[in-house]
Structure formats: structure tokens, C-alpha cells
């Protein structure tokens, strides 16, 4: 690799305060240990969203593949100022949620890819990014889109989210919105759940290694009924 | 009247199917019970279909001729029923009443629903076109709201706390797990549902007090029964399964204009009379699916159909009693909270699952011994209800 170039391709790197891992227990009972994870997670990371690639059901092969395009492009120092954030319960991947810091000021929200459906696993994750935004990375505000109505509902809906029209979000031309701090504080106690600190045990499990379903075991979790076999 | 026997059931598993349309449905569960009844080419006398809302959902009506002509049914007799969630009964008692009659002998009822085409608030506007259109729909009443109202009211009088209702939730989620054709296939707990701080955002309330999971779900799907005299069932090879009883009752449109809104006047009169007819009390009864479109209606339909007394019903619930192994199992199936509700799939899914049951055909959530079935179709908030008992012969 020609490290003069590979230099000047690389995007300088701001400094970003840590997410503090927090536990959540699920509607299952078990407890999902949300964290940040690093670039050399990615690999493994990229298995378990490359199946998704496949699936159009509510859009799941858009937010797959853009989600895949900027995780590799973090992973290859491509993407400035990127993070990434994983739910994990017995070690399994149950989410990932992404985005990065904008500016000092406003944060940019970019996916949010539940692997396990049915328990609110997306709702978590994305409380997870905004309170790591709002919080730790004490940004102002943060810049978010839809690309499902899913997505929309959760989002702009649940969160009474503000539409913003003199600014384009990163992730396109669609229609984009801001979650500030007062609407982030006004709707915390009732989205954004967790305890900290996380047990040390449970962390450690999570660390060690981030279990995943396979390719099949991602589409059916996805696609759910219509796969199942009956008599 | 002659004696009516179910000789042939079929069901799809519940869910989101995006690649079927309603016609697919009604037509792959009316093809399971011919074949499980063995019935190959002849001619079928009648065809009864159970439907809600496939006028607005699916912008298709007379959908019983358009059944008939997709299976080939021609020139078959083909009405659909309307009557709300509770068109797959009422599809039925009219199916028995054909045969019971002498008129037909054989009779195809086919229930079915596809809700998920359209987005959450449209199904549940949809299903709010029930609702009385001056005295309640303009004020924004939908089944949920008025659910809640119902709940409120219900567990004041008789002492049932949230936990009465998340245990309701699990047993049915429970059950589910057990039903490869339930739409929910997952299991909670107390602690994820409604102990822990989590709860908060795993059960969010959807109209106090009931939260996300004292809700069925919006589902796509499809039941069918093929029902003919009871002495031509000696001709196939199946197990003689009687409809012992039916009962069906209205009560006012409106809930508020009930005497006592916690009396649910209807349910209770429906089972009467099916029990009645069957000359069965509910002591007699091995297996129930009651109508669980949300978790306080189990507990208030298990009293108001003779199987508890008044506020016994959470006491039932706590001491087991409806669970797969207790006295009276109640929604082996998962019921509507985790089968899932197609509107007018469920009246006749609830009879499919006490066929399967008094068969011993139900795997895993088999109820050991049992021979007579009771089944409550629930349409309107509890103005249209129908009900069934079934029979095994031995």
C-alpha cells in the first residue's frame, strides 16, 4: 500500500468519548448487553448483515446494504468520525446501529438493522445511538431519515421528531429530521432504557466473542412466519 | 335437524405473508380440509365464506364467488358473511344450520383475513368501522380504546392487577411457541414485560391499562372446515367429531348503553345456548379457545361462559388451571394473542384447533384426554357473540 496516498485518503479522526455499555433486560427475560464495538469487530459484522442484502421486506435490503457499505468503508478508514453500536444477548447479535459525528455540534445518524425481531431490539438500539449522541458524545442535535415506514413510526413519529429543511442528511434526498436535546429529554424516560454499570460477566461474555446466527437463521428471524413449515 | 359432523379441517399458519393475497389464503386452507378429509373430486353441496373487511382492505367483494371459482367449486352455492371478528363464526353456524337443515350435506366454511397489506392505524381504523359511527367511531373509539375502557372497569370490580393480564399474555405466547401455525413464536416473561424498568419500552401502553402484549397482532391467514350429516362419516376415514352445541347472541352496538358495562350479556347467552343444545354444562368441557383479542377479554369470557364464576377467572389463571395440563386448558393454540387475529379467519381457526385437540392431532400443545371442545367468537366489543361445542365420538 502506498502510504503517502493511503494517508491523504484517510479521513483525520476527531476524538469521541466512549459509549458506556449498558444491559437491557428484553421481553424474553434475557438481558441484551448494548456496546460499542471497534473497527476489528466489522468483519464479523458484515456476515451477519450481507444476508439481509436479500431481503426486500420492509427495506431491509437498503438499510442492509448501505449499512455493509458503511461498515466496510469505517473499517477501511474511509468513513470520519464513524461509530458503531451492538446489542448482544448470550453473545448473540441481536442489532447494530451506526452513525458518526457530523461536527462537534450535530450528530448524524445513519442505520438501524434489528437481527432479532419482535422484541423492540431496534427501539433499544436506537435510543442506544441518540442517548450516545445527546450524552456522551454531548453533541446538540442529531440528524436522522427513514428509509421504511417502519423506520418513520418509530422514529419521526414515536420521537415527535422536527422536520428539517435547510440541510441534507448524508444518507440522501429524502425527507430529513433533528432530534434535539429538549425533545431528547422530554421523551427519555418513556424510549431510552438500561442499566449501568453493565455486570462485569455479562461484558465480558459479550467481548469475547460476538456470536451469529446463520444466513438462514438471519432470514428467518427476519422474515419470520412465512418460512415456517406446518403439516 | 340432523346431527352436523366436522369431517375435514385446514388451516395456514398465521402471519405476514406478503406474497399471498386473500384469494391464496381462503384457497390453500379450503384445499387442506378437503384433502385431510379425503374428500378428492366430488361435488361440494355449499360454500360459506367468513369475511370482514376485504372491501376495504383488499378492495375485493363477493368474495365466496370468487372462492368458488378459484377452486373449481362451480356451481356450488357461495355466500360470504360479514359479521365482523366474529364472521368466521357466524360463516360456520350458518354452514351447520345448511346441513343440520337437510338441504346440503356437504359444506365447505372458510374463514379468512389479509390485514397486513396496509399500515397498523389502518387496520385498526378498519377494524373500528364496527363501532357505532355517531356514538362512538367519530370520538375516535377503536377496539383498542374501548378494550381499555372495558379493562378498567372489569379489573376494578374484581380485583385483576396488570400482573393478572401479563400472566394471560404468557401462558397464550407459551402455548404459541407449541403451534406451528401461530403467527407470535416468542416467549416472554413477567420481568421482561411488565416487572423490570425495561418493561417501559418492551410493553408500551397502547390504551391504558393494556399494553402492547395484551393485544393480538395484525394478522394475514386462514381456517377451513368441511362439515357434512353425522352418519355420512363413516365413509372416510376420520374421526368422528360432532357439533354438539352453537349458540350465537347480540347485545347493544354501543357499550355504554349497557346496564352494567362488565356484563358481557351476549357471551354469556351464546354459551348458554350452545351448551344447552348440546346437553353439556361447562364442567363437561375438556378444552376451551376463547376470544383473546385482548388479554382481559380471556379472563371476563372464561366467567361469562359458565367455565368460572364471576372474578374467579384470574384466580383460575393464577392457580394454572387454563394452562396445557390444568383443569380446563384455555387457547392451547396461543389464541389470538400469539395464533394471531385474520378477522374472519378466527372463529373458524378456533373450531380447526378443537378439531385437531379432540383428534389428538395437536403435537406438542396436545390436551391429554380430550373429548368435548368449547369455542367463543367474539365480534363487535362483545354485541355479536357465537359459540360452539364440540364432540368426539368414541
Redesign the interface.
Known amino acids: 500500500m502506498d502510504m503517502e496516498i493511503e494517508s491523504l485518503l484517510r479521513p483525520p479522526e476527531s476524538h469521541m468519548p466512549p459509549y458506556p455499555a449498558k444491559v437491557?433486560?428484553?421481553?424474553?427475560?434475557?438481558k441484551m448487553v448494548v456496546r460499542q464495538v471497534d473497527r476489528k469487530a466489522v468483519p464479523t459484522l458484515l456476515k451477519a448483515v450481507l444476508p439481509t442484502l436479500q431481503i426486500p421486506?420492509d427495506y431491509y435490503d437498503i438499510v442492509g446494504v448501505r449499512l455493509y457499505a458503511e461498515l466496510l468503508g469505517w473499517y477501511r478508514y474511509r468513513v470520519r468520525d464513524h461509530y458503531c453500536l451492538i446489542g448482544q444477548v448470550d453473545g448473540y447479535l441481536m442489532g447494530i446501529v451506526n452513525g458518526r459525528m457530523y461536527t462537534p455540534e450535530v450528530g448524524m445518524s445513519y442505520h438501524t438493522l434489528a437481527i432479532e425481531r419482535?422484541?423492540?431490539v431496534g427501539?433499544?438500539l436506537f435510543?442506544a445511538k441518540m442517548e450516545h449522541h445527546l450524552e456522551f458524545l454531548d453533541q446538540n442535535e442529531v440528524w436522522i431519515t427513514a428509509e421504511s415506514?417502519i423506520g418513520f413510526?418509530r422514529w419521526m413519529i414515536e420521537y415527535g421528531l422536527v422536520p428539517k429543511t435547510d440541510a441534507q442528511h448524508e444518507l440522501g434526498g429524502a425527507s430529513f429530521y433533528v432530534l434535539t436535546k429538549e425533545l431528547w429529554k422530554a421523551n427519555k424516560?418513556?424510549?431510552?432504557?438500561?442499566?449501568r454499570p453493565c455486570p462485569e460477566d455479562l461484558l465480558a461474555a459479550a467481548e469475547a466473542e460476538i456470536k451469529l446466527p446463520s444466513e438462514e437463521e438471519v432470514r428467518e428471524k427476519i422474515l419470520?412466519?412465512?418460512r415456517?413449515?406446518?403439516? | 335437524m340432523r346431527k352436523v359432523a366436522i369431517l375435514g379441517v385446514g388451516m395456514i399458519p398465521f402471519g405476514r405473508r406478503d406474497d399471498d393475497n386473500l384469494m391464496d389464503l381462503l384457497s390453500a386452507a379450503s384445499l387442506k380440509a378437503l384433502d385431510d378429509a379425503g374428500f378428492n373430486d366430488r361435488p361440494l353441496d355449499a360454500l360459506y365464506v367468513g369475511n370482514m373487511a376485504a372491501g376495504i382492505l383488499n378492495h375485493q367483494s363477493s368474495v365466496a364467488s370468487a372462492l368458488a371459482d378459484s377452486l373449481n367449486l362451480l356451481p356450488a352455492a357461495a355466500d360470504s358473511v360479514e359479521n365482523g371478528p366474529a364472521s368466521g363464526g357466524s360463516a360456520l353456524k350458518n354452514g351447520i344450520l345448511a346441513v343440520a337443515s337437510g338441504y346440503y350435506d356437504w359444506v365447505l366454511v372458510v374463514g379468512g383475513e389479509k390485514m397486513t397489506g396496509v399500515i397498523g392505524p389502518k387496520a385498526t381504523d378498519t377494524v373500528a368501522t364496527m363501532t357505532h359511527p355517531q356514538a362512538e367511531y367519530i370520538y375516535g373509539a377503536t377496539l383498542p380504546s374501548l378494550a381499555g375502557m372495558f379493562a378498567r372497569l372489569y379489573m376494578k370490580k374484581y380485583g385483576i392487577t396488570p400482573r393478572h393480564l401479563a400472566k394471560v399474555a404468557i401462558k397464550n405466547h407459551r402455548n404459541g411457541l407449541l403451534n406451528p401455525y401461530a403467527h407470535i413464536h416468542t416467549k416472554i416473561t413477567l420481568e421482561g414485560i411488565l416487572t423490570s424498568p425495561q418493561a417501559v419500552v418492551n410493553n408500551p401502553i397502547v390504551s391504558d391499562p393494556l399494553r402492547l402484549y395484551d393485544c393480538c397482532p395484525v394478522s394475514d391467514g386462514a381456517a377451513a372446515v368441511l362439515l357434512c350429516p353425522a352418519d355420512k362419516v363413516k365413509e372416510f376415514k376420520k374421526p368422528e367429531v360432532l357439533v354438539a352445541g352453537f349458540g350465537q347472541a347480540t347485545d347493544t352496538q354501543t357499550l355504554a348503553e349497557r346496564d352494567d358495562p362488565t356484563d358481557l350479556k351476549a357471551v354469556s347467552i351464546a354459551a348458554q345456548k350452545a351448551f344447552q343444545m348440546a346437553k353439556l354444562t361447562p364442567k363437561d368441557i375438556h378444552v376451551a379457545e376463547l376470544h383473546d383479542a385482548f388479554t382481559i377479554l380471556e379472563i371476563a369470557e372464561s366467567e361469562h361462559a359458565g367455565f368460572f364464576k364471576k372474578g374467579e377467572g384470574a384466580k383460575a389463571l393464577d392457580a394454572g388451571v387454563t394452562e396445557i395440563g390444568g383443569g380446563l386448558p384455555i387457547n392451547p393454540s396461543g389464541g389470538l394473542k400469539a395464533r394471531g387475529h385474520p378477522l374472519g379467519a378466527t372463529g373458524v381457526a378456533q373450531v380447526v384447533e378443537l378439531v385437531w385437540q379432540l383428534r389428538e392431532e395437536a403435537g406438542e400443545r396436545q390436551v391429554k384426554g380430550a373429548e368435548r371442545g368449547f369455542s367463543l367468537n367474539f365480534g363487535g366489543f362483545g354485541n355479536n357473540v357465537v359459540a360452539f361445542v364440540l364432540r368426539r365420538e368414541a
Open positions: 437491557i433486560t428484553v421481553a424474553t427475560g434475557k421486506r419482535g422484541l423492540t427501539v433499544h435510543a415506514p413510526r424516560a418513556r424510549l431510552c432504557v438500561g442499566d419470520g412466519a412465512k415456517r413449515q406446518a403439516k
